[in-house]
Every structure is written in C-alpha cells, then in structure tokens.
T-cell receptor, first 114, second 113 residues
Framework: GQQLNQSPQSMFIQEGEDVSMNCTSS?????WLWYKQDPGEGPVLLIA?????ELTSNGRLTAQFGITRKDSFLNISASIPSDVGIYFC??????????????FGQGTILTVHP | GAGVSQSPSNKVTEKGKDVELRCDPI?????LYWYRQSLGQGLEFLIY????????KSGLPSDRFSAERTGGSVSTLTIQRTQQEDSAVYLC???????????FGPGTRLTVL
C-alpha cells in the first residue's frame, strides 16, 4: 500500500524561529493535506493542496505540493508557543478503491520554547 | 454542537470483551470515516461510508472489526473479542463528500487490559 514518510519526527525550537517539515510518498497523490493535532483532540486541517506545484499560504504557514505529486512540505514562520502540537501530512488519491480515504504520515512533534 | 462527536471519550475493557464506539457526524455530511491512531503514530484508515454506497472496508485489520452506519448518519464501530494490540485512539471524521475536507471528532481512547 501507499507509504508516507514524514520528517523530522520531532523538533525543539525557540520562539520566533522558522520550522520546516516534509513528507514523501512511494506513490502519487491528487491532494496533499497538513493537519495539526493538539492533545486529546482530533486533527484539524491547516492547509489543503490540490495541484502539483501549488504553493499555498495560511497566515504564518506555507505549504507546497511537489511537482512529482509524491512530496509536500510545510513551513511555519516566526513560531509562537501555541504552535506546539503534532503536525501530520496526509495524502488523498481520488481514484479506484482509494477514493476519499487519507493516508497519514507518522507526525512531527513540535515543541516551542518561549 | 456543530462538530463531530464521539462516545465514549475513554473506554477500558478486558481482553476478550466486545466494545462499541459511536460517532455522530456533522449534520448533512454524507461521508464518514473511521481511523485508528496508535501511540506516537499517524492515523491508519479503517473504513469509510459514502451515502448509500457499499462501505470501503479495506482498512479493517481483522474480521473482529466491523462498522455500520444507520440511516446515513450515526456510525458504530464494533470490535469483538478485543486484544491488547487493539488499544489505540479511534477517530471518526465526516465530510460533505469524499473530495471535501474531513472534520475529525475528538476520538475514543480504547485501552484493552
């Protein structure tokens, strides 16, 4: 099946620093998504990417859909303490029997020191 | 509330017992998904329902797992003869359609002793 490799597994940064994380896949996706999960909560969508090469921003967040459709990155600029959490990439392939379901990366645990 | 709700929030059971986990999707959402999240891991797809179509069960790990969705709304995930490796957080999500944003519930934390 499809595999998503997300890196890094964890990051410890100082408030104000920029953060970058990425995901690579063994096969292509039609949609790349980035989620954030806080303790005891379900994941919340941050950014959705629908087109190869697309670069999308949401406030301090920027994400790109790789042109090969097999990778994506998420950047967070000027991190703040509330950025703490687990960030997941997810891919969606709209075709065949895979339509709709998401394949998730293993997550990046982000810790921000004030 | 307007979001996806799940119950119970926590469930502790003994090995071999059956458990039922409930999901109430957002009203009007036709697609409903179940995922499993083991400690320190990403989410693993289990099953999804889309309208009246046959569900995609391709992610269910064994025949001890089953799910149903009554009336196109509430869904129940049943795990029979639970095993310790079933311990995880079970997350439900719903969306307007399969190509739309999935909204997640808070999950049910299942612990099998």
């Amino acid at each position: 099946g499809q595999q998503l490799n997300q890196s890094p597994q964890s990051m410890f940064i100082q408030e104000g620093e920029d953060v970058s994380m990425n995901c690579t896949s063994s096969s292509i996706f039609n949609t790349w998504l980035w989620y954030k999960q806080d303790p005891g909560e379900g994941p919340v969508l941050l950014i959705a990417l629908y087109k190869a090469g697309e670069l999308t921003s949401n406030g301090r967040l920027t994400a790109q859909f790789g042109i090969t459709r097999k990778d994506s990155f998420l950047n967070i600029s000027a991190s703040i303490p509330s950025d703490v959490g687990i960030y997941f990439c997810a891919g969606q392939y709209a075709g065949g029997t895979s339509y709709g379901k998401l394949t998730f990366g293993q997550g990046t645990i982000l810790t921000v020191h004030p | 509330g307007a979001g996806v709700s799940q119950s119970p929030s926590n469930k502790v059971t003994e090995k071999g017992k059956d458990v039922e986990l409930r999901c109430d999707p957002i009203s009007g959402h036709t697609a409903l998904y179940w995922y499993r999240q083991s400690l320190g891991q990403g989410l693993e797809f289990l099953i999804y329902f889309q309208g009246n179509s046959a569900p995609d069960k391709s992610g269910l790990p064994s025949d001890r797992f089953s799910a149903e969705r009554t009336g196109g709304s509430v869904s129940t995930l049943t795990i029979q003869r639970t095993q310790q490796e079933d311990s995880a957080v079970y997350l439900c999500a719903s969306s307007l359609g399969t190509s739309n944003e999935q909204f997640f519930g808070p999950g049910t934390r299942l612990t099998v002793l």
